[in-house]
């Protein structure tokens, strides 16, 4: 595995504890934004390791699936993620509640089960990418006999 995609899958990894801690502060706002955050990283990681660049300067889950061809996480589970963060992170004009109250305990444990999910899967496929590029450069034959 190189070492970018290492340290971008540890935060990743972080960031997920870092969703679990706050779920006991009862801060499922910080959750949802935490999980999202996570799952980006490991997309992130998945791309380096893919191509060996740094990945876009986005915050789009889908756009990261997109240019990774990741389809370990469903499209769904992303935009579930992806909203929730776009929402939490702003008050809407017009809207006397702040956003942060319009989220509670099932939307946190339902984001989190999608970001562990999501991430698990993204380890799976790194850890396969990381093998065929290792295969490649031994010149071992990726077909087993």
Not at 58 to 84: A, C, G, P
Not at 120 to 128: D, P, R, V, Y
Request: proline residues 4%.
């Amino acid at each position: 595995m190189r070492p970018d995609t290492e340290s971008w899958l540890r935060q990743a990894r972080h960031d997920l504890q870092v969703a679990e801690k706050n779920l006991s502060l009862q801060l499922y706002d910080v959750v949802l934004v935490y999980c999202q955050q996570a799952v980006e990283k490991a997309l992130k990681s998945l791309f380096i390791e893919q191509s060996g660049k740094l990945p876009p300067r986005t915050h789009s889950l889908e756009r990261l699936s997109e240019v990774t061809d990741s389809l370990t996480t469903s499209r769904q589970s992303l935009l579930i993620l992806e909203d929730y963060s776009f929402r939490l992170r702003y008050p809407s004009a017009g809207d006397s509640d702040p956003p942060y109250l319009g989220v509670g305990e099932v939307e946190a444990l339902d984001g989190l089960t999608l970001a562990r999910e999501a991430i698990a899967a993204l380890e799976e496929e790194i850890q396969n990418v990381s093998e065929a590029e290792s295969q490649d450069a031994t010149g071992e034959s990726k077909e087993t006999t």
